[in-house]
């Protein structure tokens, strides 16, 4: 008995230093929009995607960085889009490798199955190590 993954989560980190904060922002601004504006192509809901920043300095300059997070449950839909995340963005965009995952709901209804199916191969026996157990 199996189940398989139904949805994914795929992050992209963007980041960028510059001698400004500005310039630090927009390019990370660019990538983005970019990224985001590709995201609503193929139909992927906003309630999918979360974007987070955050902005610090290193010495004289500022370090900006941008997480995406996005959830699919499409997975052909999901590699066209990293696909052309890779060949389109440059070095500082980073998508890392999905992490597949089963709906909890899904992991619940396995786990009746697997009890009765359990109880259908093993019905008998069980009853009599509950009588055995219960009668001592």
């Given at each position: 008995?199996?189940?398989?993954?139904?949805?994914?989560?795929?992050?992209?980190?963007?980041?960028?230093?510059?001698?400004?904060?500005?310039?630090?922002?927009?390019?990370?601004?660019?990538?983005?929009d970019y990224i985001t504006q590709n995201l609503q192509k193929p139909d992927v809901q906003a309630e999918n995607i979360t974007v987070t920043k955050d902005i610090s300095r290193i010495?004289?300059?500022?370090?900006?960085?941008?997480?995406?997070?996005?959830?699919?449950?499409?997975?052909?839909?999901?590699?066209?889009?990293?696909?052309?995340?890779?060949?389109?963005?440059?070095?500082?965009?980073?998508?890392?490798?999905?992490?597949?995952?089963?709906?909890?709901?899904?992991?619940?209804?396995?786990?009746?199955?697997?009890?009765?199916?359990?109880?259908?191969?093993?019905?008998?026996?069980?009853?009599?190590?509950?009588?055995?157990?219960?009668?001592?």
């Amino acid at each position: 008995m199996s189940c398989v993954p139904n949805w994914a989560l795929v992050t992209v980190k963007v980041s960028s230093t510059k001698n400004s904060a500005s310039e630090a922002k927009n390019r990370v601004s660019r990538c983005l929009d970019y990224i985001t504006q590709n995201l609503q192509k193929p139909d992927v809901q906003a309630e999918n995607i979360t974007v987070t920043k955050d902005i610090s300095r290193i010495g004289n300059a500022y370090h900006m960085e941008a997480e995406v997070s996005i959830i699919f449950s499409e997975f052909e839909k999901m590699q066209d889009i990293c696909n052309l995340f890779v060949e389109k963005l440059d070095s500082s965009v980073i998508i890392n490798p999905p992490h597949f995952n089963i709906h909890q709901e899904l992991l619940r209804i396995l786990d009746v199955k697997f009890v009765s199916v359990l109880l259908e191969m093993h019905g008998e026996k069980l009853k009599k190590y509950v009588s055995l157990l219960v009668s001592h």
